[in-house]
């Protein structure tokens, strides 16, 4: 629909602070979003539509209405932005994902006798929450130990119920691993103790518990009473092994979040480690698909949201540690402080020390999730057909590119000019064949003509492998699909080389980096698959694939032409001679300067390469520039 229908007047809209809703033509929300100034954010959507981003675009068109709720203070409008998300799931929105379920350790704190166990799903109203936890079977085995200290009840509500009928206990209750409240083995009010010693020590509060446990039991030593002696000493060590699962990540007493994000062009990754007393006591992650517009403020600003939006108040710690600090801090700090029951929330990025370098491991964690994401994702096969009849389609190839080659060049300032080869088959890699050229002479001189060179290299090398007796494994395949780096200028001299090979029946595209366009021979427009299409995915995995190869070809080369010396040049001078020479004389200049005499002291360097040696460097020395007067370089050859 045409915005300029449903824009309403620019002296109806409020100016205070609120929160704004887009709806299409079936009443369904679409977009929900706040503002400081709503007047002023709803004109930025209807003034110029055309040069929206293409995102906010469609959903500017696919509306047919907006609507609008004022509210006192921004906070309120964080409040009820997020409440609306959640509510009406709305399509435009960047909603995050979890990866995995996480698990939970559970108290009903609320029952009779309170059950602990672990779950995994929505949080329930009336149940404590501890975790979430990594792996289901580490807080298994934790809650097996802490059973051996605190026995309370684990059994389902069927089971107690049993138990209280025929008065006889369940199986833990005769091992020891359940008080048994249920046949009265204890009061009410001593299970709930021991319930509370369970809520403590997952707290964080452990310190206290060991110690007087230790002091209890040296009690008991002394009296002689060697049964409740050995009792806490199996407490005792029970408590340290559980602790021992939760490694000590900070030598203070802290309570804090830390989150961090990592992205590419399509996907971001997010941690969060969930540090109490100090120790890692459960961690978290999501997927997101990263809007083109979406900045890392953006991104913190919408992690924080889902984590605490609908978080009770106790799972709100006194710091949340960013990377990067969100969009509108102060906001987000008075609506974390609102979600803590008006508890003063420190919001901020740590610059150096333990939390630091404890925030640099998150970070690692969100890079290997997102990793680990895309390798599953790229692994399935049918997720990989997909893609392939998507890259068909979108252009209008006659089959799908079952295998893709992919070319890119790299260079610094022109030299060291490289260019890559990549091949996919089947969506996958095959790293067998990846090769690299050397780019040299006039096909160095710009990026065009360095990717004519490439490809004609590379296909000239089937074409011979096609006349001969005996294919080459490396060239003799043909690609259903030719991939270029690049824009138009790249795909146009690609697509050249191909001709003037009479290879025409190869497809060829070029995909931009910059908004991830896809361009074809002689358009004038790119084209631009949907963002969350799987063709885009396998297209940009082999492009950055060809990127990274050719990257690392250009580092090597590079990194021989810094080492390179005068001496490298000179004929009949090896490298075990030229280590020679410069472990005698120190460096090239340190050579220049010596006679032929004691040169010949070097092992190996007779009269005649001697006087090559001479000749070569103040030659070279010559035609830099000569040397000045006394015979002193005016800079170091080394």
Known sequence: MDPSEYRPRTGEIPTSPGVYRFRDEDRRVIYVGKAKNLRQRLNSYFADPANLHPRTFRMVHTGASVEWTVVGTEVEALQLEWTWIKEFSPRFNVMFRDDKSYPYLAITSKDRYPRVFVTRGRRKPGITYFGPFGQAWAIRESLDLLLKVFPVRTCTKGVLQRAERSGRPCLLGYIGKCSAPCVGQVSEEEHRELVRGITDFMSGNTGTMITDRKRRMAAAAEVYDYETAARLRDEIAALEKVLAKNAVVLSMNADCDLFAVHFDDLEASVQVFHVRGGRIRGERGWIVERLEDSTPASLAADYLRQAYGEADPQAVPPEVLVDTLPEEPESLSDWLWDRRGGRRVDLRVPERGEKRALLETVRQNAEQALTLHRTRRASDLTTRSEALKEIQEHLGLEEPPLRIEAIDNSHTGGQDVVGSLVVFEDGLPVKRDYRHFAVRGEA??????????????????????????????RFGYRPSLLLVDGGPPQVAAARRALDDLGLAQIAVAGLAKRLEEVWLPGDDFPLVLPRGSEGLYLL??????????????????????????????????????RKALLAEFGSVAGIRRAGPEELQRVKGVGPSLADTIQRELNGAQRQAGGAQPGGEESESDE
Not at 456 to 473: H, K, M, Q, V, W
Not at 562 to 574: F, N, W
């Open 444 to 473: 160095a001189r710009d990026d065009t003509s360095s990717m004519y060179d490439v490809v004609s290299r590379r296909f000239t090398r089937y074409l011979e492998s096609l006349a001969s007796d005996e294919p080459d494994e």
């Open 540 to 577: 940009q995995r082999v492009r950055d694939e060809s990127h990274r190869f050719a990257i690392t070809y250009h580092r090597k080369r590079r990194g021989r032409s810094s080492t390179a010396s005068a001496l490298d040049s000179i004929p009949g001078l090896g490298p075990a001679k």
